[in-house]
T-cell receptor, first 115, second 112 residues
Framework: DTGVSQDPRHKITKRGQNVTFRCDPI?????LYWYRQTLGQGPEFLTY????????KSRLLSDRFSAERPKGSFSTLEIQRTEQGDSAMYLC?????????????FGAGSRLTVL | GQNIDQPTEMTATEGAIVQINCTYQ??????LFWYQQHAGEAPTFLSY????GLEEKGRFSSFLSRSKGYSYLLLKELQMKDSASYLCAVRETAAEQGNLIFGKGTKLSVKP
């Protein structure tokens, strides 16, 4: 078990470009979450998958944001036409079934800087 | 609406005890979590309370009062490595799907 992996760890892009982040959850976890965190703030919920189904989306997830989990394993978060306000740490977390199901395990995050 | 409040910063001395408070107002409640986050790293799970009372785990304890919308995290025998942000989070909805709503975090500095 290698934990939750996120790639890339850092991304610097120019305003208007598209970026994509990938998350590989813990292998037996069927639930996957995306959060955004800015400096000095707590993580803010973006979206949630159970297996391949996207079951919940925050109002923070504008139409420039799209997330997928096509085979119920890894997930991608794409931001189109990036804006400077998108600069943040994008955190992925996963959660499984059974006795450990209450706990979200987070990845180290993908830090986005939009110039 | 949703509101989770915790102090922005706290300072304590190595070897001492510190209590980090969290108050919450949410539309539902299905558990309160504490996470530790070192700068530039992932949040890591510390504790979970769903019933009133104290949960102890080594040097860390967490308390919950649902009627008061209040929790605290108690850290004993502070070590320098405990310098981090401590995040209070509430799960509003049923455990099957509910995501966590986080406070802004309390940055704890432990001094020699």
């Amino acid at each position: 078990d290698t934990g939750v992996s996120q790639d890339p760890r850092h991304k610097i892009t120019k305003r208007g470009q598209n970026v994509t982040f990938r998350c590989d959850p813990i292998s037996e976890h069927n639930r996957l979450y995306w959060y955004r965190q800015t400096l000095g703030q707590g993580p803010e919920f973006l979206t949630y998958f159970q297996n391949e189904a996207q079951l919940e989306k925050s109002r923070l997830l504008s139409d420039r944001f799209s997330a997928e989990r096509p085979k119920g394993s890894f997930s991608t978060l794409e931001i189109q036409r990036t804006e400077q306000g998108d600069s943040a740490m994008y955190l992925c977390a996963s959660r499984g079934r059974g006795s450990g199901a209450n706990v979200l395990t987070f990845g180290a995050g993908s830090r986005l800087t939009v110039l | 609406g949703q509101n989770i409040d915790q102090p922005t910063e706290m300072t304590a001395t190595e070897g001492a005890i510190v209590q980090i408070n969290c108050t919450y107002q949410t539309s539902g409640f299905n558990g309160l979590f504490w996470y530790q986050q070192h700068a530039g790293e992932a949040p890591t799970f510390l504790s979970y309370n769903v019933l009133d009372g104290l949960e102890e785990k080594g040097r860390f304890s967490s308390f919950l009062s649902r009627s008061k919308g209040y929790s605290y995290l108690l850290l004993k025998e502070l070590q320098m490595k405990d310098s981090a942000s401590y995040l209070c989070a509430v799960r509003e909805t049923a455990a099957e799907q509910g995501n966590l709503i986080f406070g802004k975090g309390t940055k704890l500095s432990v001094k020699p």
